[in-house]
């Protein structure tokens, strides 16, 4: 289950911002679409990467190559991969290779290349067309056989669309920053613009930096309160804020705490977790990402509440509000602390 995926407006309707939110879509679709059990995502073999590999209820390896736009080297991809598998042939116990493989190919438009490379190959290639679709019930995913008008599938897209609004003299959202919350709960959306509002309405030297893979709040790139950067695995955005580490401010002295950057986790309705973490999105997981892992592949945890920690802290024992019935707004909290803080450098 997701609980959204980003898409953007086209010339022609609507699209995922990206392949992986593509991917990411299928992957958690399998089943519907295709009556197949997922085995691997992002698969290498000799040194190339397979999109999806699945396995049909007849024990069918599916080998499946998406396209967020028209590719017109699809066909030969597919054979590359069809060739690799067959001779290392991996997830031996859940595939039957005595049986065909189904070579599968997903994308929005096809190059006429590609028809003529299917028409003229010993292999057979199912190429299916997608497209997304608006109406009064949501988002729609529409899949169907190139060439053929029936056994269409319609599946809802996880996605929330912004109403924007220009509040107080903070100026509407950039469009990079409506593109990444589109895969967000609504909390979630609501939380992050919660945050810029009011570190962008805290002082007029506060300014709204946007790159093409960040979007920093500050007064320069030196000196910043905040940070929204997008991260392709997880195809979700990911909030930093400048605050106090908790390995400086849960153990308080007479020294003044460390100001770093900390990353903030979200559960889907308000924040959940900080970890410090310099730079990047970092190695830190929740203790659930980690046992989601199998147990071959997880580290050796040890509890730390520095940089170097594998997990980050949850949010009641940062603020120290455990014991509080009445749960604060975490996201007010810690942006007024953020702004505190920035404030504080002058």
Same mark, same amino acid.
């Given at each position: 289950m997701i609980s959204g995926l980003a898409l953007h407006k086209t010339s022609s309707g609507w699209g995922f911002i990206s392949e992986a939110a593509l991917e990411k879509f299928i992957w958690a679709n399998l089943n519907q679409l295709f009556g197949a059990i997922p085995l691997k995502q992002q698969y290498i073999s000799k040194g190339e990467i397979c999109d999806i590999l699945a396995v049909d209820q007849d024990k069918r390896l599916l080998i499946i190559e998406l396209k967020n736009a028209e590719d017109r080297y699809l066909i030969q991809q597919l054979t590359r991969y069809y060739a690799n598998l067959l001779e290392e042939k991996p997830f031996s116990q859940e595939v039957d290779y005595s049986r065909s493989v189904r070579l599968i190919a997903i994308a929005p438009s096809y190059h006429r290349h590609n028809l003529i490379d299917r028409d003229y190959s010993q292999l057979n290639f199912e190429l299916f067309q997608f497209s997304i679709f608006k109406d009064e019930e949501g988002f729609h995913f529409l899949l169907q056989e190139h060439g053929k008008d029936f056994n269409c599938k319609k599946h809802l897209i996880p996605?929330?669309? #912004?109403?924007?609004?220009?509040?107080?003299?903070?100026?509407?959202?950039?469009?990079?920053?409506?593109?990444?919350?589109?895969?967000?709960?609504?909390?979630?959306?609501?939380?992050?613009?919660?945050?810029?509002?009011?570190?962008?309405?805290?002082?007029?030297?506060?300014?709204?930096?946007?790159?093409?893979?960040?979007?920093?709040?500050?007064?320069?790139? $030196?000196?910043?309160?905040?940070?929204?950067?997008?991260?392709?695995?997880?195809?979700?955005?990911?909030?930093?804020?400048?605050?106090?580490?908790?390995?400086?401010?849960?153990?308080?002295?007479?020294?003044?705490?460390?100001?770093?950057?900390?990353?903030?986790? $979200?559960?889907?309705? $308000?924040?959940?977790?900080?970890?410090? #973490?310099?730079?990047?999105?970092?190695?830190?997981?929740?203790?659930?990402?980690?046992?989601?892992?199998?147990?071959?592949?997880?580290?050796?945890?040890?509890?730390?509440?520095?940089?170097?920690?594998? $997990?980050?802290?949850? #949010?009641?024992?940062?603020?120290?509000?455990?014991?509080?019935?009445?749960?604060?707004?975490?996201?007010?909290?810690?942006?007024?602390?953020? #702004?505190?803080?920035?404030?504080?450098k002058g």
């Open positions: 996605y929330h669309p #912004i109403e924007t609004s220009v509040v107080g003299g903070i100026p509407e959202p950039p469009e990079l920053l409506i593109k990444w919350l589109g895969c967000c709960t609504k909390e979630e959306q609501e939380g992050f613009l919660k945050v810029r509002s009011k570190v962008l309405a805290c002082n007029r030297r506060m300014k709204e930096i946007v790159d093409k893979r960040t979007i920093q709040y500050g007064s320069g790139k $030196t000196k910043l309160c905040a940070e929204i950067c997008f991260h392709q695995k997880a195809q979700k955005p990911v909030l930093f804020m400048w605050l106090p580490t908790p390995n400086t401010y849960l153990w308080r002295n007479s020294k003044k705490p460390i100001i770093g950057r900390l990353r903030i986790w $979200t559960n889907g309705q $308000t924040i959940s977790h900080v970890g410090h #973490i310099p730079e990047g999105f970092g190695r830190m997981k929740t203790k659930l990402e980690w046992e989601q892992m199998p147990p071959e592949k997880r580290p050796r945890m040890v509890e730390s509440l520095s940089s170097k920690s594998r $997990t980050p802290v949850a #949010i009641q024992g940062y603020l120290r509000c455990r014991d509080n019935p009445e749960k604060p707004d975490f996201w007010d909290v810690l942006s007024a602390l953020a #702004i505190e803080k920035w404030l504080e």
